[in-house]
């Protein structure tokens, strides 16, 4: 069962190594024009946030794994789950970062306004994969001689549950006629609901020795 799980990682790892390319690369093979080239320089921060993003869903994975270990069936669908919604979720994520790095260079993008559209369809794939990573973590909080801190896989679910529910609201302000250019704006609460959560959740311990020292 090892050897098919260090498989399934190898196989996850490659397939958002295959969505960095994809997002950063894109698929024409034609010969990039300087106006080209000057757009991808214009986006290099909107290309960097993305990859930050597949950064830390990949590191999201190899955090599960440490404290799930071998896992089960549950652990395989679910990461085959998060490696298919990956594949999908690049294309968004890499018309963003493009339509950013057009607007930045002066140049006119292909949304036609229909701009809010593209941020529902990225809203939709980071809820996903935020909702996949959150039951993932869930089914390492079950608990085995592999995991000594299921309070920790519980306080990791907790943050991807914050995560999925911002991009709810995300997509959500995207429904709203005049909102939908603001709903990027929901991300940039992460840190702070993300930050006090950290702060006040007790990472260790079990459940009954909280009760005990908050009494």
Request: aromatic residues 14%; hydrophobic residues 55%; neutral net charge.
């Amino acid at each position: 069962m090892a050897g098919g799980m260090a498989r399934l990682d190898a196989f996850t790892d490659a397939a958002f190594a295959f969505a960095v390319t994809l997002m950063v690369a894109g698929g024409s093979s034609d010969t990039p024009s300087f106006d080209d080239l000057a757009a991808v320089a214009a986006g290099a921060p909107s290309f960097a946030f993305g990859f930050a993003i597949m950064v830390m869903f990949w590191l999201a994975h190899v955090r599960w794994r440490r404290l799930r270990g071998v896992g089960d069936w549950r652990g395989i669908i679910l990461t085959l789950a998060l490696v298919f919604t990956v594949l999908l979720y690049v294309h968004p994520l890499r018309a963003m970062a493009a339509s950013f790095a057009s607007f930045l260079s002066g140049r006119p993008d292909d949304y036609g306004g229909r701009i809010a559209d593209m941020f529902a369809l990225y809203g939709i794939g980071f809820t996903a994969m935020s909702v996949i990573v959150m039951l993932l973590f869930l089914d390492a909080r079950r608990g085995s001689a592999e995991v000594p801190e299921p309070r920790e896989a519980l306080g990791q679910a907790v943050i991807w549950g914050i995560c999925a529910v911002t991009g709810v609201v995300a997509v959500l302000l995207t429904r709203i006629p005049g909102f939908g250019v603001w709903a990027p704006f929901a991300y940039a609460t992460l840190p702070v609901s993300i930050g006090l959560f950290v702060r006040r959740f007790r990472w260790y311990g079990t459940a009954a020795a909280t009760t005990e020292g908050q009494a």
